[in-house]
DNA sequence: TGCTGGCGCGGTAACGTTCCCATGACGTAC
DNA sequence: GTACGTCATGGGAACGTTACCGCGCCAGCA
């Protein structure tokens, strides 16, 4: 009667049409108690003639949960981080909320910037990458949130999840040495990540078990690009060297980067110069050789980070640090030096 | 007074420590007319003073704009959609809104579903990448949206943002002929994509300007991914051929699987077999060779969907359907035949 | 028979915002 | 001096939903 014609039919609609009250159609909807099943029915069959969908921002007003979450990565068309992103998505889906996500360019006004339309879009929490060194904005944040990848170490009071990259060091390490190389020359970050250090210490600590002073490990840095560990390599080659250099990358897309610097310096991959990248991107299957690295389960830490989201929501105040193993994907770009015999140039491209 | 100690300030909190009504602390805050400029700053110095953020759900109750827009896409860690996602999400940012990230898998009951969590999230209008023939969810869909990529067509009613196939097609083509090749081998998605018939329409299209029978063209069929493409490439391979192949694949997933197939076969590329893809994604660079393709421009159509989407919401009703150029990127994959043999036209080519 | 309690249902308030309308103060024109 | 227009401000309603409270009914029990 009062329905206009181009409006969303409302929960009012759906009781009118079942011929009971709004209470009444709403305690139907969200399946609560005190009604009659015949009552029940009538009003799903409404709901569904007039095509009745339930309208989140009113819930989110009255309940104080929009149903949303936010999601702050630097960069989604980053391999790893799409993957995370997707793993997110799935487990929220599952949950009934959607994601907002946002991408930070390692940038901390961007990062500042999309806390705050998070904040305003009133998510009921975050799972965010910080940008290094921002704790500010991360203080002020005033909603729930979890830490996602390797800053998080830095804050002791909140959950977060990220790989066990000590594990995962250790993996890419006793497959180099258990292929015949010996310490391995490092392809590492821009000094003001937290990610180095995690990965330098992680390194010096299996080199300092393994008696090797890890002093003598030749290294160069980068940015996380492929252009970046290009450069790096060009410059770890131009060094001086003998014999078969193995390259130890922080990161996938430097790992690609120096597998190309390599070929572009007439040396060959996996034959003259051996490379391991740490990430674990799909797309270092398509390198040639194909990348061998750590991968980290980028998903699966995206899906960790929804479930451990939920939990800081309902004030369950269990504040855990969850680091997920890394696994080794063996593919090419690491020679096998153990058989004494001369690399034999099939061997190395098995996929 | 009234305020509890763990709620988020409202407006009326503003209004309160301003010493004003709610109505003029509104105007104040949303800029409207009609408030001294002394009041106005009273009343922002009181919102900052509390830390006060407009809530966007009760925003969008009141006025119908909740500030979100949606994107539905195949898949997000999809290298290809997510440089999509990101420019959509640049130029949601830019004005103000946010972006609710969806993959769909190419699924239709996933499809449907995320459609409905967008209109039950209240979104102002979607961007979405439909599943093959849904054509009913998207009638039902009752939002404003925009679709993007190479469904559009058969809708014909609504806005969209494209690439254009056939230009993009052409300069393949084009491209190959002018390295010396003949009439290419094709790959090509699987049968119930409409991507599929664009593709080959402007490859049958170019073939018949050039007085080519596109009967002639060897094609095979596969998934939009690298193993599909793998695939096809080794049933491509086991037909007869004579000289030198060149392939064309629908897609920059398919055609890295074509080389890593030509390489399993123990083939060179390109020196053997020559492939060109289609796409741009960001890893056709890491494969060896590097990939040759015909780029989409991923980022700018995802810009101008949620350009188009704003227009669409603010009822300009001017169903637009655009298709932005396809630019060439040539790496490595595909041999320059023209210094051996200039002239060589159809024929060289055919597997 | 009358009281109690459980149950199904309806009315209403509240979430936070914005917009419309009313109010009152002031200035201007007759 | 009165009438009227302008403008800053306040009051209240509305967006759609759900939780709380209260009412009437019926069964069970003293």
Not at 187 to 194: A, D, S, T
């Amino acid at each position: 009667m009062s329905k206009r014609r181009n409006r969303r039919p409302t929960i009012i609609d759906v009781a009118e049409r079942a011929g009971v009250s709004k209470s009444t159609a709403a305690r139907a909807l969200t399946g609560s108690s005190n009604i009659t099943e015949e009552t029940r029915e009538k009003v799903v069959k409404a709901a569904a003639a007039v095509g009745y969908e339930r309208n989140h921002l009113a819930v989110g007003m009255r309940s104080g949960r929009s149903g949303m979450l936010g999601l702050v990565i630097p960069d989604i068309t980053n391999p790893f981080w799409a993957e995370v992103a997707r793993g997110a998505q799935d487990q929220a889906a599952e949950a009934g909320s959607s994601l907002l996500v946002f991408s930070s360019d390692w940038d901390v006004a961007k990062e500042a910037a999309h806390l705050r339309a998070l904040r305003q879009a009133r998510v009921d929490g975050a799972i965010i990458n910080p940008v290094a060194d921002n704790f500010d904005d991360l203080d002020r944040f005033g909603l729930p949130f979890v830490l996602i990848g390797s800053s998080a170490e830095r804050f002791v009071e909140t959950s977060s999840v990220g790989s066990d990259i000590t594990q995962g060091v250790r993996l890419g390490m006793d497959h180099l040495v258990s292929k015949g190389h010996g310490a391995p020359s490092l392809i590492v970050g821009p000094k003001n990540r937290l990610a180095r250090v995690r990965f330098l210490r992680a390194v010096h600590q299996h080199c300092i078990e393994r008696d090797i002073d890890p002093a003598i490990l030749a290294m160069e840095e980068g940015e996380y690009t492929v252009e970046g560990g290009k450069q790096a390599m060009r410059r770890l080659l131009a060094r001086d060297h003998v014999g078969h250099v193995c390259v130890f990358a922080a990161n996938d897309m430097m790992a690609i980067g120096a597998i190309m610097a390599v070929r572009e310096a007439g040396l060959r991959c996996p034959e003259d110069i051996s490379v391991i990248g740490f990430d674990g991107i799909p797309s270092g299957e398509f390198a040639w050789p194909g990348l061998t690295t750590v991968a980290k389960p980028g998903r699966e830490m995206g899906a960790r980070a929804v479930e451990g989201l939920f939990s800081e929501i309902e004030h369950q105040p269990e504040h855990r640090r969850i680091y997920l193993p890394c696994r080794l994907i063996e593919r090419g770009s690491l020679a096998d030096l153990s058989a004494h015999a001369p690399q034999r140039v099939a061997g190395a491209g098995r996929v």
